[in-house]
């Protein structure tokens, strides 16, 4: 248990710093900009006390914030994607996987692609939505979420392959 | 009592996810509206030295264009000092205490930089220990920046004219119609003015200046050109697009300007506003 708890906080410390120190500074085509941070929440082991991760959610976007002066948008849309995410589990696992033991180390890529799109793009969607502020401006929020969240979803995909324990 | 308790109980999650919500929406709120953003900035002690730290080492990759661009300033200032009339130049030397010093300039290190969202800040390296208080205005040698938001100690935040809450005083160059300078979120490379007057002689190419009005910005500064116009939807008046001089994606040192006389100017404006 100790050795899951300092796992997850090293995680958390090294997402937000990366995050604000390189992939907001990205950049491409003027707007895009990877939300990578999200990790946490996707990767947050499934059995684990539901109060606390949600908690945890709202610091990490809440740090992500600070950094960026950007209010308190990055905090709701992490809340949102770690309170409805058990809904998403079942939705991309199938009932047949007791969603309280998924290992994500272990699972299909598609299974993985379809969990990850479904709450990176809610995630950006909600993001944006309320970084903009002005229904008027829905093109510009669809657009962002669109181009920022393949960005995102892309990134994700790579680094937990990169980073998965060697299976052989 | 008993049933209410378990009720709770039951929707723990439920209610902390509402409460955290709140509470982030209530900070988001509290983001779009000017000089209220006080809990979550980026001025304070932890995120000034993690982008203290990192702009330690990054800082080093531009250091040949930012020498090029002081180059070019010295060039500016030294064809200005040297074609103008040396007994103006001496009476300034010899008189102290001059009736036009009262702006004081402060210079500054960007720590952080952001312009892709539709709120942007930056992130400068001084703070109330180097006497930068809020409302004090930023710019570069090529025109203006933004405008001090919060301060720390040690850093301080600024309101980025790349934001739709900014709003600053210009007005043309060569008359002295006034406008807003504002910002529609679509490029980083323009801004837009409003506000100006139709009879103004609005042309492609003409300079944007700030305007007296402000007690933020001295009269003058550069902003940028007008790159193309239109008249507004109520016929009024014109909505200008300025291509800014400063390229607002590559800002390595600025100017702080603090206006000795402002809270004079405030306080005689003050009875009129009522």
Known sequence: ?168 | MQQIINFVLRNKTFLVFLLLFGLSLFFTIQSHSYHKSKFINSSNVVTGTAYKTANGIGKYFSLGKENKALLEENRMLKSIVHNMDMDTLRLDYIDSVRLDSHFKFRTADVYKNSYSQTANYLTINKGEKDHIKIDHGVITSQGIVGIIENTSQNFSSVLSILNTRSRINAQLKKTNHIGSLVWNTESAEFAQLIDISKFAPVAIGDTIITGGQSTIFPKGILIGTINSFKIDTGGDTYIVNVKLFNDMTNIGHVYVIENLQASEIRSLQKPKDD
């Open chain 1, 1 to 168: 248990m100790t050795k899951l708890t300092l796992n997850m906080t090293a995680r958390f410390v090294v997402l937000v710093l990366v995050q604000v120190l390189i992939f907001n500074h990205i950049d491409f085509m003027g707007y895009i900009n990877p939300y990578v941070y999200v990790l946490f929440v996707l990767l947050y082991p499934a059995n684990n006390n539901r109060t606390l991760f949600i908690f945890l959610a709202f610091l990490l976007g809440l740090c992500v914030d600070v950094f960026s002066d950007s209010g308190g948008v990055h905090a709701a849309a992490c809340l949102t994607i770690a309170y409805i995410r058990p809904v998403f589990l079942k939705f991309s696992f199938g009932t047949v996987y007791d969603y309280q033991s998924i290992k994500f180390d272990q699972i299909d890529f598609g299974n993985k692609l379809t969990y990850f799109s479904a709450l990176v793009f809610i995630h950006h969607l909600i993001m944006f939505s309320l970084e903009i502020f002005n229904i008027s401006k829905i093109i510009l929020i669809l657009e962002k979420t669109l181009f920022s969240g393949i960005f995102t979803i892309l990134l994700c995909l790579i680094i937990t392959i990169l980073f998965s324990p060697k299976r052989k």
